[in-house]
């Protein structure tokens, strides 16, 4: 079983940034993806990346790819999501979420097993 904690949502304008962080309550990230999906009001959630833990691969989706940034902290156990040059059709609650993985990563949010409270991120235009 996998609990994860994020922190780091808020409020900023447009163009601004804001870090998101995931870490595991119990266990390592070892042998998951971890990823981050997004739920704005009156959409469906959405995936935003991921990050294959063993090997620090990753993925984006394209409405994202060039502002934000997954990254892994071994140490600290814990995935961290830049986001810059925030929009505001970035506006959403995101979700840190893992599956188990040999090292491919799911974009289809269906497809994670884990996730955790959320975090509210909102940008004002």
């Known amino acids: 079983q996998v609990q994860l904690v994020e922190s780091g949502g808020g409020l900023v304008q447009a163009g601004g940034s804001l870090r998101l962080s995931c870490s595991a309550s119990g266990r390592t990230f070892s042998s998951y993806a971890v990823g981050w999906v997004r739920h704005a009001p009156g959409k469906e959630r959405a995936f935003v990346a991921a990050?294959?833990?063993?090997?620090?691969?990753?993925a984006y989706a394209d409405s994202v790819k060039g502002r934000f940034t997954i990254t892994r902290d071994i140490a600290q156990n814990t995935v961290y999501l830049q986001m810059t040059r925030l929009k505001p059709e970035d506006t959403a609650v995101y979700y840190c979420?893992?599956?188990?993985?040999?090292?491919?990563?799911?974009?289809?949010?269906?497809?994670?097993?884990?996730w955790g409270q959320g975090t509210q991120v909102t940008v004002s235009s």
């Open positions: 979420a893992a599956h188990s993985s040999s090292g491919y990563l799911m974009k289809d949010p269906q497809n994670y097993d884990y």
């Open positions: 990050v294959y833990w063993n090997r620090g691969t990753t």
